[in-house]
């Protein structure tokens, strides 16, 4: 009952950094263990088809489906699919997203797989949609965070941008960030600051959490201040003070209930950890039809 995986060739979904191939035969091997899909195997005929629908019980907006269909190829690299949407769609429940025909044991042994991944992808798609909306026409810009699935970080981050945010930094080596703890550590902001600098790093952001701490950031080199749990008065004010020297991020505290106001403060940026955090599945199913 052993499945044997082949990987989906450069047609396939693909991002900078990721390994789609490695991923979807990972994922595949996981389930199948080193038995193989054993109900299918005993329960579905060598040569049966299956013809199916893969549609949205949810309003939502898609994400990953091109991802989901290299399941079903790695298995059977001669099923007929028919993607009728594209990523980052807005769809109302009811939507079919995709159509596929291929072989029967291979449909099923894929369905799981390729369905967790559309659904967790869509379901962060569809939540950023909703804090993009919310401060829809304040100017501010909505990013992510790395606060991620381990091995998750480009897929959920490719989910986030089909939801209408921009990407934050991707990982530990395309910005520098300091923080507390790096103050601490180092002995103060300007001397963080100017061992970044000196390390040759040009995009430096400095996180305060009170506007006191602003100028000395600036004055040390920052590029970027990400203001830290700072209530709307306050972002408002220290907005003032930075004065368009640098942008600003507003971070913690974040909700669909909070970010109107936060957002209409005037910061150049918003940051929201839930979107990756906490964004539920998207209902999504495949359904066997009959010619």
Do not use: C
Not at 84 to 96: I, K
Not at 171 to 176: E, I, M, P, R, S
Not at 257 to 271: F, K, M, Q
């Amino acid at each position: 009952m052993n499945t044997k995986l082949t990987i989906p060739g450069a047609s396939g979904f693909a991002l900078p950094g990721f390994d789609t191939g490695s991923f979807v035969a990972a994922t595949l091997a996981e389930d199948l263990g080193t038995i193989g899909d054993i109900t299918s195997a005993a329960v579905i005929p060598a040569d049966a088809r299956f013809t199916g629908v893969m549609d949205s019980r949810d309003p939502i907006v898609v994400a990953g489906l091109e991802l989901a269909e290299s399941f079903f190829r790695t298995l059977d690299p001669e099923v007929h699919v028919e993607r009728l949407v594209g990523d980052g769609q807005t769809v109302p429940a009811g939507t079919e997203l995709m159509r596929l025909e291929g072989a029967g044991r291979a449909m099923l042994t894929a369905e799981r797989s390729a369905l967790n991944t559309v659904q967790h992808l869509s379901g962060i798609a569809t939540m950023t949609r909703g804090y993009v909306d919310a401060i829809a026409g304040t100017g501010a810009i909505l990013l992510d965070t790395r606060k991620t699935i381990p091995g998750l970080r480009a897929l959920e981050k490719y989910a986030t941008r089909m939801g209408g945010a921009q990407n934050h930094r991707m990982g530990l080596w395309d910005a520098a960030m300091i923080k507390d703890n790096h103050v601490a550590v180092a002995g103060g902001v300007a001397e963080a600051v100017r061992r970044a600098k000196q390390a040759g790093i040009t995009h430096i952001i400095v996180e305060v959490d009170r506007v006191d701490q602003i100028e000395a950031a600036l004055a040390a080199g920052a590029t970027h201040l990400l203001l830290d749990n700072m209530a709307p008065a306050t972002l408002r004010g220290a907005v003032t003070l930075v004065g368009g020297r640098v942008p600003t991020e507003a971070s913690g505290g974040v909700n669909l209930g909070t970010i109107r106001a936060i957002a209409e403060t005037g910061v150049t940026y918003v940051s929201v950890g839930r979107l990756t955090q906490s964004a539920p599945a998207a209902d999504i199913g495949l359904d066997f039809k009959t010619a």
